[in-house]
C-alpha cells in the first residue's frame, strides 16, 4: 500500500490511502479510513440527563448512527459521506497539528471516532480518574459530577447510598473528566468540546470516541516519551501558579470548630507539628439542618462564630501561620449576598425568567451566573476579593463546580448542557482572576475538586475530593493516588486530599490506623492538609487521640524537611509542567510493568513512595522500576529496580524508596527516621 | 393527505402516502412511514452476552443505526433504502395478514421498528411480565432468563444476590418473555424471531421494537374488544391441553420429605384438606451439597428415598389422590442416564466438540440437546415416557427452558443464541409428547416456568416461577398476579403459583401471615399448590402451625367447592382460549380505570378477586369495573361498580366479589363462610 503525504501541520500529516485516508503523527498512524473500515460515524441521539443534588442519570437514545464510509480528500480537507454521491456530512481540516471538524450536515449531534488500537496498549488520562490510572478495558463517560459515594456497586455503602439519594457513583463519576487520553504508544489526543463525551477503550482493535456534538477539534501530541507528552499537554491546557512557599513550612490544619479552632491549633502545635495555615471552613458560619450543622453559604466572615477574626488572623500572620477559608458559587438565599446579585441580575434563571434556585437540602440557593461578565467580575472583586482576601484570607477551598444545572438559563444564551462541563473552569477563572487583582498569584492559595479542559491555567491546586473514611478500592485512600497520577499527566502539577477521607455515612467511621496511614502518604504529596469530614464529631480528629497527634506531628516534619526538593519539583513544574506526583512510567517508559501501577508513584523523580493503602497491613510490597537501584528511606537498604521489593512498614515508616542515583541523598538520608538498618 | 389501499390481507391495508406508506389494519393506522420520520431502521450490532446459572449480563455496542428513509412500493412489496438512488437493505411484503421481512443487506443484524403510539394508549404482553401488567412507560428486553431474587434494585436482597450471583435481576426478567403485545387501540402485535428482542415504550409518540436479527414477519392482529384480541392470540399461539379434571378436587400438596411426605400428607388431610394430589420433588433422591440438600438429577424414582414408591403411587390413586414428580432438561454427570445419552450423542457439545458441562453448584450436567430429534424423542420416551408416567406418575414441575447456555453447540446447527429463546418451547413440547404418548393429555399435568412463542400449544400450566417468600412489590406474592394476567392474554389460560413462595435467602423467611394470604389467593387460581422452598426447614411449611394449617384446610375447600365454575372456564379456555385469571378490562373493555390495575383480577367473569398482597393489611380497597354491581362474596352485601370498594379482608376472606347479574350465585353464595351481613 502507498501513502502520498499531503499535508503536515507540525508532526501530523494526512495521508491519501487507494481506499480512504490515514493521519500520522511523528510517523504513528493516529487514523485510518477505509470504505470497508470507516472511523467516523455521525447521527443523532437523544439524550435523558436528570441531576439529583450533583449526581447524573444520563441515558441516550440513539435515533441514528451512520457510518462515514465515502471520504472524497482535497489537499487538506477530508469530506466525509455514508456513501459516494450522497451529500457530505462531515468536513475535516488539517490545521496547526489538529484536525477542525465542521457539521455538513445540521442534524447531526452525535459523533463517533475510532482511532486504531494496539493488543497491548495503554491508556491514561480521561481527566482526574479515582479508580482506574489505566483506562484500557473500560469505558468512560466524561461529564464533571459528584464522585460518588463508595463508588462500586458491590459495596453496600454504595448501595445505601444509591438508595438514599442516587449519590453512589461509579468507577467513571469525577469531579474533574477532561478528553483527553495519552498512549503508550507515545502520543497524545485531545478532544475540544463543552459536550458530553465518551472515551470507550473495551474495544481490542480500536478506542472510540464519542462526543455528544460536532466537536471544534482533535488535537493530537506526539513527543519522544512520556515526559515529553506532559510537557506538551502542560504547555497546550496553562501552566499551573507555583505552590506558594508558606505552603511547605508544615500542614494545613483543618478545623471547623469556631473560636475553639484557635486553641486546638495551639496544642496541635505543641505537640509537636509544623503548621503552615489553619483552614476553617466554618468561618463563614454555620447553619443548622435536620441533618447536622452546615456551612451558611453567603461569603464573608461570621464574627459570631470567630470574634475579632481579622485581628487573630494578622496575629496568626506574624507567627507565620496563615488562614484559609472556604467558598463556592452558590448563594443562599437568606444571606447578605443574594439580595445583592439577584438585584443586578447575576443570576442564572429557570424557563420562566426568575430565579433558578437550587435545593441543597432544607435551602435553597441562587447559581452566580459566570457566563454574565458583570457577574463574574463582581463575585471576583466584591466578594473574593473585598470579603476573603482584603478580609486576610491566604487560601480557601473553592468547592464545587460540577453542579451546573443542566435546566437554567444562561446569560450567554448557551444550553446549560454545553456550559456545564466548562463550568469549573469559569469558578476556577474567577478565583485566579481575584487571586491576581490583589497580585497575589503564587501567594495565595485556593483549591479545587472539580475541573475541565483549561482548569490548568487557573487552579493552583487540586484536591481529592470527598473519599470515604475509609481504606476502600473505589472510594478510600488508594484513590487519591490514582486522582494526582491521572490529573498530573494532563498538565495538573499539584494534587492533595482530605487526610482521612471526608464521607462518613451509614456508620462509616475513621479509624486510627486510617488516618495515620493517610497522613504519612500527605507528607509525601505537595501539600499536606487535614479535614474534619463531614461529620467530625463521630470521627477521630488528628488531635483526638495522642497517638494519632504524635505520628501526625512527625509526619508534618518529614513534610517540612523535603521542602528544599518540593522547591525544585515546584520550579520543574513552573519550567515543563510537570507534576510533584508521577506515574512511575513517566520515568521509566520502557519499563512497559509500570504502565498500570497505581498504588504507588514517583515523588518527583527521586522518590518512590508505596502508601499502606489497606486496612491491617505492616508489610508493603512494591514493584521498583528497571534501570536503577532504590534506596529504603528509613532502613537504608539498597532494592534492585526491575522487581518487587517487600519491606517493613509498620506506622511511621511508610514505603519510601530513593534512587540510588539521586542528588538529594543527603536531604533524603536526613529525613526523621531515616537511617541505617 | 390522500390515501390509496394498494393491498389488503385480512384486516391489514398497505397504503401509499404521498411521502411513503401506511400500514393499516381495520382502519388503525399500526405503521407510518414518510421520508422525514421513518419508521424503520436497520444497522449492526455486537452484543456482549454473559450467563451466570441464568442470569445474563447483556449489552450491545451498535455499530450502525441506519434510518431507512426512502420507500419504494410495488403493489404489496416495499423496498427500503436509506435514501433515493442507494441500494434497498430491507424488503417488507403484506401477505397473510402478516408483515414479512427480507433482509437485502447481508451485513444488517438489527432492525428497529417505530409503531405510532398514542398519548393515552396502554399496552400488555411481553410474555409472562413480573413487574408490571401495563407496560407503558418502560422498555422490556425479552430474553428467557432467570427472573431474578427481588427483581429491584433498591432492595437489600436484590443487592446481596447481585454480589453474591449477579442474580438479583429487575423488573423486566422473566422465565417467558414473547414478542407479542396488545394495545389498548385493541390491535395486537406479535414479532416472528427467535432472536433477543426489545420491546420500548417509553416515547410518547411511538412504540420500539428492536430485534437482534431482521425478523420473520411482524403479525398484526385486530378485534372490536379484548377478548377477541385474546382469542385471536391463542388461536395463532397454540389451544392448552385442558386442565384435568383431578385438579379441582382440592390442592396439590408439595412435600419433599422422602417417605415421611406419605404421613404428612395423612395428617394434612386430617386437619380438613382437599388434596388432589401430592408432589415430591424429591422422589429422584437428593445430593448433598455445602448449599444445602439439592435433586440427584438423574430422572428416576430413588426407592432408597421412597421405599416402593411404585407401590404408594398406586395406593395413593386409589384413593383418588395423584403423585406428582420433577424433571429437568439437565442430567447430572454421575447419574444413571448421562452416560447413555452421552455414548447416543443427545447431549450438546462445546467448542472443542466434547460434551458442554453446565456447573450447577457442585455438580455438573450435560444438557440434552433438544434439536436433535433422536435425542427429544429418547427424552419423551425413555425418561419421561418410561421413567415418570409408566411408573405411575401424574404430573412434574418441568423446571427450568431458560438456562440453555449461548456458546454450547447443537446438532442442528443453529447458533445457540438463537435457540435460547425458542428452548422453553423444545422442552414443553418433549413433554407434551411423552404425555400424548401415553394418551394422558388433559390428564397428567406438568407446569412450567419457561416459556416464549407457542409454548402455549404444548404446556398445559405455567407456573409463576420461584417468588421471594415475601410480599415485596417486584418479587413477591402480587408479581404471581402480574405472571398470570400478562401470560394470560396471550393465550395462557392457566397460572398458578408456590404458596408462601419459593426463595428464602439472606434471611427472609416465611410468615404465617404470609403463606395464609398466599392460600387465600391460590384458592382463586386454576390450580392450588404447595412449595416447601428452596429451604424447607428454615421456613414455616402449611402444616407446620395448627392455626395455618387450619385455614389452609379452609382455603382448599373453598377451592374445592369453586370446581364446578372453574369447570366452565375450563371449556371457555378450550373453546376460545380465554385464561382462567383475567386482566380486569377484558371484560370492562371500555373502563380505562381498569386498564393499569394488576392487584386484582378477574376469576373467570364473574368473580372479582383483590387478594391481600401487603403484609399487616386487613382492609382491602379494590376498584370495581362499571356497569354492573359487585357482591361481596363474604358479607354479600351489593358494590357499585365504577367506585372503590373497601372491604374487611381478615385472613380467610380475601375480597372477593361476584357480579351481581352472574348465573352462578347460588354456588358463589354457597361457599364456605360466605353469607349475609
Redesign the interface.
Known amino acids: 500500500m502507498t501513502r502520498h503525504p499531503a499535508a503536515s501541520h507540525g508532526a501530523a500529516v494526512l495521508a491519501h490511502e487507494p481506499d480512504g485516508f490515514s493521519l500520522l503523527v511523528a510517523g504513528k498512524r493516529v487514523l485510518r479510513h477505509a470504505a470497508d473500515a470507516p472511523c467516523l460515524?455521525v447521527?443523532r441521539g437523544e439524550e435523558r440527563m436528570e441531576m439529583y443534588r450533583g449526581n447524573f442519570d444520563i441515558e441516550d437514545y440513539?435515533?441514528?448512527?451512520?457510518?462515514l464510509r465515502h471520504a472524497s480528500m482535497t489537499g487538506e480537507t477530508v469530506e466525509l459521506a455514508?456513501?459516494p454521491?450522497?451529500a457530505p456530512r462531515l468536513r475535516l481540516r488539517l490545521e496547526g497539528g489538529a484536525l477542525r471538524f465542521e457539521a455538513l450536515d445540521p442534524c447531526v449531534n452525535r459523533l463517533w471516532l475510532r482511532v486504531p488500537a494496539e493488543p497491548d496498549e495503554h491508556v491514561w488520562g480521561g481527566g482526574e480518574q479515582m479508580s482506574y490510572l489505566d483506562l484500557r478495558g473500560r469505558r468512560f463517560p466524561l461529564w464533571t459530577s459528584e464522585p460518588g459515594v463508595g463508588r462500586d456497586?458491590?459495596s453496600?455503602i454504595t448501595?445505601r447510598a444509591?438508595?438514599a439519594g442516587r449519590a453512589g457513583g461509579d468507577y467513571y463519576h469525577t469531579n474533574y473528566p477532561q478528553p483527553t487520553f495519552l498512549s503508550s504508544r507515545r502520543y497524545a489526543l485531545h478532544v475540544e468540546t463543552d459536550a458530553y463525551s465518551v472515551f470507550d477503550f473495551r474495544h481490542p482493535d480500536f478506542h472510540e470516541i464519542e462526543v455528544w456534538a460536532v466537536p471544534e477539534r482533535i488535537e493530537l501530541f506526539e513527543a519522544a516519551d512520556f515526559l515529553g507528552l506532559v510537557e506538551t499537554l502542560s504547555a497546550r491546557f496553562g501552566r499551573q501558579p507555583p505552590l506558594p512557599d508558606w505552603v511547605m513550612g508544615g500542614a494545613i490544619v483543618g478545623l471547623k470548630d469556631g473560636a475553639r479552632s484557635f486553641e486546638r491549633l495551639g496544642a496541635i502545635r505543641e505537640a509537636g507539628a509544623k503548621v503552615s495555615g489553619l483552614w476553617c471552613e466554618d468561618w463563614v458560619g454555620l447553619r443548622h439542618t435536620s441533618f447536622g450543622a452546615r456551612l451558611f453559604w453567603d461569603w464573608r466572615a461570621d464574627e459570631t462564630r470567630y470574634p475579632g477574626l481579622r485581628q487573630r488572623i494578622a496575629e496568626l500572620s506574624e507567627e507565620g501561620t496563615r488562614f484559609l477559608g472556604y467558598v463556592n458559587p452558590y448563594l443562599c438565599v437568606d444571606g447578605s449576598l443574594y439580595p445583592e446579585a439577584e438585584a443586578a441580575g447575576y443570576l442564572a434563571r429557570d424557563g420562566r425568567g426568575a430565579t433558578a434556585l437550587v435545593d441543597f437540602g432544607e435551602f435553597d440557593c441562587g447559581v452566580v451566573d459566570f457566563t454574565n461578565p458583570a457577574a463574574a467580575d463582581w463575585f471576583a472583586e466584591a466578594v473574593i476579593g473585598r470579603n476573603m482576601l482584603d478580609y486576610g484570607l491566604s487560601g480557601w477551598m473553592a468547592d464545587f463546580g460540577e453542579y451546573l444545572p443542566i435546566d437554567v438559563h444562561l446569560a450567554s444564551g448557551v444550553d446549560a448542557k454545553l456550559m456545564h462541563n466548562p463550568w469549573p473552569v469559569l469558578w476556577a477563572e474567577v478565583n485566579a482572576r481575584a487571586v491576581r487583582s490583589r497580585g497575589r498569584t503564587g501567594d495565595a492559595l485556593f483549591f479545587m475538586r472539580a475541573g475541565f479542559t483549561g482548569v490548568q491555567a487557573h487552579c493552583p491546586l487540586l484536591w481529592g475530593g470527598d473519599q470515604s473514611v475509609d481504606f476502600s478500592r473505589h472510594d478510600g485512600l488508594v484513590t487519591a493516588i490514582c486522582g494526582a497520577l491521572s490529573s498530573g499527566l494532563l498538565g495538573n502539577a499539584y494534587h492533595h486530599s482530605d487526610i482521612g477521607g471526608y464521607t462518613s455515612l451509614f456508620g462509616n467511621v475513621r479509624t486510627p490506623e486510617l488516618l495515620m496511614r493517610w497522613a504519612e502518604m500527605a507528607a509525601f504529596t505537595p501539600v499536606m492538609r487535614t479535614h474534619e469530614g463531614n461529620r467530625p464529631a463521630e470521627n477521630l480528629q488528628i488531635d483526638g487521640d495522642p497517638e494519632v497527634l504524635a505520628h501526625f506531628a512527625r509526619m508534618t516534619r518529614i513534610y517540612a524537611h523535603l521542602a528544599p526538593y518540593l522547591r525544585t519539583l515546584r520550579d520543574e513544574a513552573a519550567a515543563r509542567g510537570l507534576p510533584v506526583q508521577r506515574a512511575l512510567f513517566l520515568h521509566f517508559p520502557d519499563d512497559a510493568r509500570t504502565f498500570a501501577i497505581q498504588d504507588s508513584y514517583l515523588f518527583g523523580p527521586d522518590l518512590l513512595v508505596a502508601p499502606v493503602w489497606q486496612a491491617g497491613e505492616s508489610v508493603r510490597r512494591a514493584y521498583l522500576p528497571q534501570g536503577v537501584d532504590w534506596v529504603h528511606v528509613w532502613t537504608g537498604r539498597l532494592h534492585p529496580g526491575g522487581a518487587e521489593a517487600c519491606v517493613e512498614a509498620p506506622f511511621g515508616r511508610p514505603a519510601v524508596f530513593f534512587r540510588a542515583d539521586t542528588a538529594q541523598r543527603e536531604l533524603f538520608e536526613g529525613l526523621p527516621g531515616a537511617g541505617g538498618v
Do not use: I, L, Q, S
Request: proline fraction near 0%.
Open positions: 460515524f447521527g440513539v435515533v441514528e448512527r451512520v457510518a455514508a456513501g454521491g450522497e456497586k458491590t453496600e448501595f444509591d438508595v
